[in-house]
């Protein structure tokens, strides 16, 4: 009997074959469909260890979705979808929460929401939980409450031998420094328990200045970085001419836990420039700054690259602005990093860049069918930007492989990393899309 025939006779509600509407989601990634040989969809982390024994013992290659966004399409094995364990649940008045793994971070968001509580992750609401909280997790809150992992207190996961482990700093400190970062190489984590925050009495917005005034917006974005408080939080995108519907030129997206008059104070250097063409500030509730995913990628080639800059340095932010201004339509994203995020110490958690002050990505942008000159061209500016920034984060940067490990991890955190892999999981179970070999 196949493989699949008998984990479907072992689990018959759970497993999905082609054709099922079940199997469709399980198999979709962010832009993509793969074409794994089943889905299963587990509803408790025993059937997760279930399923994983089953695939083990059976050599079956194992691919694992929580919200989909984060990886290659599977073409062949078992995808185990954590969909059913998406549960939301405070545990008690000290803002610790439970959340299993297949949740969204919309949903998240929604339901901390009344009880004035947030979870510092990312900015979109279709992300899923697992992928996200795995990797690293920047978002609005990073500069008041560090990255996802850095509030991550404890994880249930099924390792590769089907045990379920309870993962604190206290059971099994190591393989919890590589779960905060190192991705889903370990096993699967079923659930998670966060320490929430209060993210109540937001003020924040938009604001838009004109193309050509994009060097002076990035200089004033890092000086107005340099003298906030912790609380203020925000993206500058410099979008270059695509389409009439969205507009080129620097932008910012911008909260702040306080009031609008400080924000505005806070802001004036970037507001008082003749350049400003739009602007809209007032409370704000966090739930409402995660924005929907687009429907799938844009039909773009997009080269690119990040880092984690130490120093928005003038020569660094002239680099970032030459890389906007040529014919290769380029973006420019510069995230706010330091704060708490940065208060962190480099080998607390897999995330070894602490001392990046932004986290910053750059993308030309090509028609899909571009030439190898082209794509060479477009690297040259990218090429030169990242030149004054270190390390890269795997949760964005799609390119997986062992030199991008190379380039997300450095080479202390890298060995440490496969130290716990060979530890849990010798035989490779579960190759993640940032894969760390044993
Ligand atoms: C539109 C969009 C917006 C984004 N915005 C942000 C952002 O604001 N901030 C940010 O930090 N990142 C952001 N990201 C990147 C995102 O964090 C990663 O793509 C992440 O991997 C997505 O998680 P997922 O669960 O949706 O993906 P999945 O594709 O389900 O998972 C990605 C990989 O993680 C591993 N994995 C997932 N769940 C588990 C689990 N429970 N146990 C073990 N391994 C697991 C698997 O190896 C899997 O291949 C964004 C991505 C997209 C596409």
């Known amino acids: 009997m196949s493989f699949i025939a008998e984990l479907s006779q072992r689990m018959p509600q759970r497993v999905h074959a082609p054709g099922s509407p079940e199997y469709e989601a399980g198999a979709a990634v962010f832009g993509a469909t793969g074409t794994p040989d089943a889905v299963v969809r587990p509803a408790s982390a025993a059937e997760v260890a279930e399923a994983v024994r089953a695939a083990v013992d059976a050599g079956v290659p194992i691919a694992v979705r929580s919200g989909g966004h984060g990886s290659e399409p599977a073409t062949a094995g078992l995808v185990i979808d954590l969909g059913e364990l998406n549960g939301v649940e405070l ?15 919309g949903d998240v968001a929604a339901a901390l ?10 900015d979109t609401l279709d992300v899923g939980v697992g992928g996200l909280a795995l990797g690293g997790g920047i978002g609005w809150l990073a500069r008041t409450h560090g990255l996802t992992v850095d509030i991550l207190r404890e994880v249930e996961l099924v390792t590769a031998s089907g045990d379920v482990l309870t993962v604190n700093a206290e059971s099994h400190p190591e393989l919890f420094w590589a779960l905060r970062g190192g991705g889903g190489n370990f096993g699967v984590a079923t659930r998670f328990t966060f320490q929430a925050a209060p993210v109540d009495g937001l003020v924040g917005g938009h604001l838009r200045w004109e193309a050509s005034d994009a060097p002076a917006v990035l200089r004033a974005w890092r000086d107005v970085l340099r003298v906030a408080p912790d609380e203020l939080n925000g993206t500058l995108l410099v979008m270059p001419p695509l389409a009439p519907e969205m507009p080129a030129g620097p932008q910012l997206a911008v909260a702040l836990r306080g009031s609008e008059a400080d924000l505005r104070a806070l802001l004036e250097p970037m507001t008082s420039l003749d350049s400003l063409v739009e602007e809209s500030l007032g409370p704000v509730q966090y739930v409402d700054l995660l924005e929907a995913a687009p429907p799938g990628k844009p039909p773009f080639l997009f080269v690119g690259g990040n880092g984690f800059a130490p120093d928005l340095s003038d020569a660094a932010l002239e ?7 040529r014919e290769i339509p380029t973006m420019v994203l510069i995230r706010a990093l330091g704060g708490a995020f940065s208060r962190v110490a480099p080998d607390a958690t897999a995330i070894a860049q602490r001392d990046g002050q932004a986290l910053v990505a750059i993308n030309g942008i090509l028609p899909p069918d571009a030439s190898a000159e082209q794509v060479a061209a477009a690297r040259v ?21 062992d030199e991008s490990i190379g380039d997300i991890y450095p080479p202390a955190t890298l ?9 849990v999981d010798p035989g490779d179970a579960f190759r993640a899309s940032h894969h760390i070999a044993p």
């Open 91 to 105: 545990a008690g008045t000290d803002g610790l929460v439970h959340v299993g793994a297949g949740a969204k971070w």
């Open 113 to 122: 929401a009344p009880h004035g509580l947030g979870i510092t992750s990312g």
């Open 319 to 325: 680099a970032f602005a030459r890389a906007v201004d």
């Open 381 to 401: 500016p990218v090429d030169e930007a990242m030149t004054f920034t270190t390390g890269k984060y795997a949760n964005f940067t799609p390119e997986f492989g």
């Open 415 to 423: 060995e440490r990393l496969r130290a716990v892999k060979r530890e």
